[in-house]
């Protein structure tokens, strides 16, 4: 496995200087974030990038995210010419030496909280989701939620909402279909595989479908176009904040088909209702046991890119929600040290 830690480019308070000095790091999982969603990405800006990354001494090989336009989720006519500038991107990428893509297929909400600084015992804080807040919210009256996505003016967000109306799960199954059908061949061809990050929470919300919420969807999702490019990114954390996923069978059944391509660790606390948030990364802390997800990709051969994913804030620090530095790094370490000491112990079993 290659350790990797996301940083949100030139404004991101982490520094690139500082993630080079967390041990066992030696990648850097960043996105194009100037660009307008569905436009293509030049490569001269893909090169200046990674030129910036690997002059810290860091490699750049993921992008998190090529993020999908919502007429394609939509099945608009103008998908196709958004799907061309998607495949477009793709190209650029890979003449850049990319080599995994993840992106997400949620309409109009990525990962969605209630909280962003819940106060955990120890004086952390930590992002939070209660199923109750979110199913009281009336979408016609706007949406209030932390972190929420300013971009949308309300009168736009009124309008979206209401094109999604005639999209159910089926549809959006479809319009999935279609765009994987458009992208995943020049992917391949291009050398870039594709990793789809799942629904966060795993759920339905504000009566929008998500369709990338368990085993089978995963699995559906893997059969649309059965090849290696059309791959996963497994977001522990994601998917295990609806208590019936196995994680660990997860990993072993999916990384062992070798279709994880990108691995997110996240450990959370969660109820049989869904209500959760998120804790350091230690098993001991959340629901998951992050020591038997790790020893499943260790198991499994698992040759990808991992990172830790969201981090409480500690010792102080402010910054972008879940993505501050200390406990990130500290999930990094964390991880690297579950995995040496798994990998030690098999080689001593073995002779
Ligand atoms: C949240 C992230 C997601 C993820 C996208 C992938 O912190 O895990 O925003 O990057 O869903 O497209």
């Known amino acids: 496995m290659k350790m990797t830690f996301r940083w949100y480019g030139d404004k991101d ?4 200087a500082n993630i080079r000095q967390i041990p066992g790091v030696v990648g850097i999982v960043s996105a194009v974030y100037d660009i307008p969603v569905g436009e293509t990405w030049p490569i001269e ?3 200046q990038l990674k030129a910036t990354i690997e002059s810290h001494g860091l490699a750049f090989e993921v992008i998190e995210s090529v993020p999908v336009h919502e007429d394609i989720k939509l099945g608009k006519p103008t998908r196709d010419r958004l ?10 990428l890979a003449a850049c030496g990319l080599k995994v893509v993840c992106y997400n297929f949620m309409p109009v909400f990525d990962w969605t909280r209630t909280s962003l600084e819940m106060k955990l015992p120890d004086g952390s804080t930590a992002l939070a989701f209660d199923v109750d807040v979110v199913d009281k919210i009336d979408l016609s009256k706007g949406i209030d939620l932390p972190g929420w996505d300013t971009s949308y003016k309300p009168g736009e967000l ?5 094109e999604y109306a005639t999209i159910d799960t089926e549809t959006l199954w479809a319009n999935l279909a279609y765009f994987l059908k458009g992208i995943i061949p020049v992917a391949s061809e291009a050398g870039i595989k594709m990793a789809i990050h799942p629904d966060d929470p795993p759920r339905p ?3 929008l479908p998500r369709i990338v919420k368990n085993r089978d969807d995963l699995a559906r999702l893997l059969d649309l176009v059965d090849t290696p490019a059309n791959g996963l990114t497994l977001c522990s954390g994601s998917l295990g904040a609806d208590a019936h996923n196995d994680i660990v069978a997860l990993v072993r059944e999916f990384a062992g088909r070798g279709r994880i391509h990108f691995a997110h660790l996240r450990n959370v606390k ?4 869904g209500d959760f948030h998120e804790t350091a990364h230690r098993s001991a802390d959340g629901s998951l046991d992050m020591a038997a997800i790790v020893r499943a990709y260790f198991e499994a ?4 890119y991992i990172r830790p994913d969201h981090g409480r804030m500690i010792w102080g620090e402010t910054g972008k929600p879940g993505y501050g530095l200390y406990d990130r790094a500290l999930g990094a370490v964390y991880i690297n040290g579950l995995w040496e000491g798994i990998a030690k112990a098999s ?3 073995l002779s």
Do not use: D, H, S
């Not at 051969?301 to 990808?304: A, L």
């Open 301 to 304: 051969n698992f040759e990808g």
């Open 270 to 273: 969660v109820n049989e209702r």
């Open 347 to 349: 080689k001593e079993a």
């Open 158 to 162: 009124k309008a979206l909402l209401a």
């Open 83 to 92: 799907i061309a500038n998607y495949a477009q991107t793709l190209r650029n």
């Open 13 to 16: 308070p982490v520094t690139l």
């Open 205 to 207: 919300i504000f009566g």
């Open 45 to 47: 800006t893909i090169r």
